[in-house]
């Protein structure tokens, strides 16, 4: 049975950083390629991050250059650094196995799905 757990969400204001993981089991890792989606409050769900199980990253445009997924194959983990943090990035944000990851993001192409981390940025 595939689980994906994300942690490391929370309040925090305008600026400030926040770091997600995603432990996840039932699978190989490895050779998985993971991402990240958010949802915000009468959004839909968006991409936001991947990464493929040899290291490819891709990400969305509104979080280039502020945002960093990694993984740690070895303790079957991936995180999304998140820093420069502004009011819009306030959304549930998940953690994703998609083997269609980087080139297909859309949400239905995902294989299984955390059950999200809610990140609340305030002004």
């Known amino acids: 049975q595939v689980q994906l757990v994300e942690s490391g969400g929370g309040l925090v204001q305008a600026g400030g950083s926040l770091r997600l993981s995603c432990a996840a089991s039932g699978r190989p890792f490895s050779s998985d390629n993971m991402g990240w989606f958010r949802q915000a409050p009468g959004k839909e769900r968006e991409f936001v991050a991947g990464?493929?199980?040899?290291?490819?990253?891709a990400y969305a445009n509104s979080v280039k250059d502020r945002f960093t997924i990694s993984r740690d194959n070895a303790k079957k983990t991936v995180f999304l650094q998140m820093n420069s943090l502004k009011p819009e990035d306030t959304a549930v944000y998940y953690c994703?196995?998609?083997?269609?990851?980087?080139?297909?993001?859309?949400?239905?192409?995902?294989?299984?799905w955390g059950e999200g981390t809610l990140v609340t940025v305030s002004s």
């Open positions: 990464i493929t199980w040899s290291g490819r990253t």
């Open positions: 994703v196995v998609g083997r269609a990851l980087v080139l297909d993001t859309t949400p239905s192409a995902m294989d299984y």
